[in-house]
């Protein structure tokens, strides 16, 4: 079985700084991974995905995320925060190629940018 | 490209009464997938459908809710009684189907509130 553990519910960082948001995955197969992003009252909007080429991964609207099988992480970053950042995102995993695609989501963080 | 269809956006009903959510795909996405997400979790899997065959309803709570999705296009899926505890935002997601074409689009969701 595959699972997601986001660390920290609840972000805050200034405009202009740096973003981190953790994510930890737990599977027992080669995982793909993806961080989408939830505007209120919007459905899910895909950043960025892991698909076992590129360990770095560069998404939409400036983010990036890195695959780190020795540490079992896929934190997502971005090197300046904007105020349109503010958002809900979800880390997510599923089985690798030929798994079935059945996303797992972690519980979300939300990320707030205060000026 | 269209995106994933949902209707009705927003839903308030009592408790006891049922309530049926509609979903139509992006054009030519051969696999469907409805979730549920309750207020501050993430979203969890219902139902999976692979043209118009169900792949995946383990988690789904047969005893109340169904789903359908009739010549593999629009999905419908029903809550019959509704519970307090349904309440919570109904996304529909679809895939392309196709091996590598990993990337689930999701919809905007219908938001249900039983009272």
């Known amino acids: 079985a595959q699972s997601v553990t986001q660390l920290g519910s609840h972000v805050s960082v200034s405009e202009g700084a740096l973003v981190l948001l953790r994510c930890n995955y737990s599977?027992?197969?080669?995982?793909?991974l993806f961080w989408y992003v939830q505007y209120p009252n919007q459905g899910l909007q895909l950043l960025l995905k892991y698909t076992s080429a590129a360990t770095l991964v560069k998404g939409i609207n400036g983010f990036e995320a890195e695959f780190k099988k020795s540490e079992t992480s896929f934190h997502l970053t971005k090197p300046s925060a904007h105020m349109s950042d503010a958002a809900e995102y979800f880390c997510?995993?599923?089985?690798?190629?030929?798994?079935?695609?059945?996303?797992?989501f972690g519980t979300g963080t939300q990320l707030k940018v205060e000026l | 490209e269209a995106g994933v269809a949902q209707s009705p956006r927003y839903k308030i009903i009592e408790k006891r009464q049922s309530v049926a959510f509609w979903c139509n795909p992006i054009s030519g996405h051969a696999t469907l997938y409805w979730y549920q997400q309750i207020l501050g979790q993430g979203p969890k899997l219902l139902i999976q459908f692979q043209n118009n065959g169900v792949v995946d309803d383990s988690q789904l709570p047969k005893d109340r809710f169904s789903a359908e999705r009739l010549k593999g296009v629009d999905s419908t899926l029903k809550i019959q009684p509704a519970k307090l505890e349904d309440s919570a935002v109904y996304l529909c997601?679809?895939?392309?189907?196709?091996?590598?074409?990993?990337?689930?689009?999701f919809g905007p969701g219908t938001r249900l509130l039983v009272l």
């Open positions: 599977s027992s197969v080669p995982p793909y």
């Open positions: 997601a679809s895939r392309e189907g196709a091996v590598g074409m990993e990337t689930q689009y």
């Open positions: 997510a995993v599923t089985r690798g190629a030929g798994g079935g695609n059945k996303l797992t």
